[in-house]
């Protein structure tokens, strides 16, 4: 027997295999069909204090390497995914609750009443959403980034996690984990967000694809996996003491491997999930474990961050 049971926040998780936030998790019958699909985890759609319609369609395209999306935070508001989150907190899969606040001010709202309803559920902090129109990607600010976090931890007394955006310059993993591993309440770090502001063109029509922001989008699926699994490992070297989420690029087991010998715990699937629908997690849990078993591995964390260098 292969065990894709893994270790989160000291919670059990069947397999490592969530959804990205954004995909398949907007409404309570999609994050529904995840939990009954055997997700090893679901995470609900970034919330804000109030719903949002979002941007105006299309702004989400499939290509033949990934998507490009610029949803613009459509949402039911926070309220819908908390009563979501309460109602299966006790139930078999974990679940992680996205924040995306759009101020400071909101995000330590939609906190508050987090631990007012009790709620033991990890809050996924959202700092590197790249569609709202005139807002930039928190996490790239690094000044903000460590004010964001003061102000949090300043009066959210649990464990949470931070969505990020991919970093490109080893002197930017350097000084975002050097903010990072000053908040050790921040527990577990999500790399990588989609790589933001990518431009698809359609040649024959000579168009851009999606209508918001002149055609500028995140970018998704096989364009961001090695981008992902740099993301992955650069923070797992920096910050041994929180746990480190996949996301980017994955559609096989191979590619799940691949995050986990980078150092991620669980791993999120977005463009894929969208493209196939819930079925894709337990195919992905049956690729996984047929590759540990014919490698020799008996457990997913055997496999943990054992990346070789050269
Ligand atoms: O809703 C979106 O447009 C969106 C968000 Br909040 C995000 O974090 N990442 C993304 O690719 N799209």
Known sequence: MTALTTSFLGRQHATPLLNASGVWCSTATELDALVAAGAGGVVTKSCTLAPRAGNPEPRYVATRLGSINSMG??????????????????????????????TV????????????????????????????PGKP?????????????????????????????????LVHFDEAAAVLNTYPLVAFLTCINSIGNGLVIDVETESVVIRP???????????VLPTAL?????????????????????????????????GASLVQVGTALHREGPGLLPRLADELAALLRRKGYTTVDEVRGRLRTL
Do not use: M
């Open 73 to 102: 935070l459509p949402n039911e508001g926070f309220a819908y995914y908390l009563d979501w989150a309460a109602a299966h907190a006790d139930g078999p899969t974990p679940i992680l609750l996205s924040v995306a606040g759009l």
């Open 105 to 132: 001010a909101d995000n330590l709202a939609i906190l508050a009443a987090v631990r007012a309803a009790g709620l033991r559920v990890p809050v996924e902090l959202n700092l590197s959403c790249p569609n709202v």
């Open 137 to 169: 990607q928190l996490a790239y600010d690094l000044d903000a980034l460590d004010a964001t976090l003061a102000a949090v931890t300043a009066e959210h007394d649990l464990p949470f996690g931070l969505k990020l955006p991919p970093y490109f310059d």
């Open 213 to 223: 922001k002149d055609g500028f989008g995140g970018i998704g699926g096989d364009y």
């Open 230 to 262: 740099a993301n992955v490992n650069a923070f797992h070297r920096r910050c041994p003491d929180k746990q480190i989420v996949g996301c980017g690029g994955v559609s096989t087991g191979e590619h799940v491997f691949a995050h986990l010998l980078a």
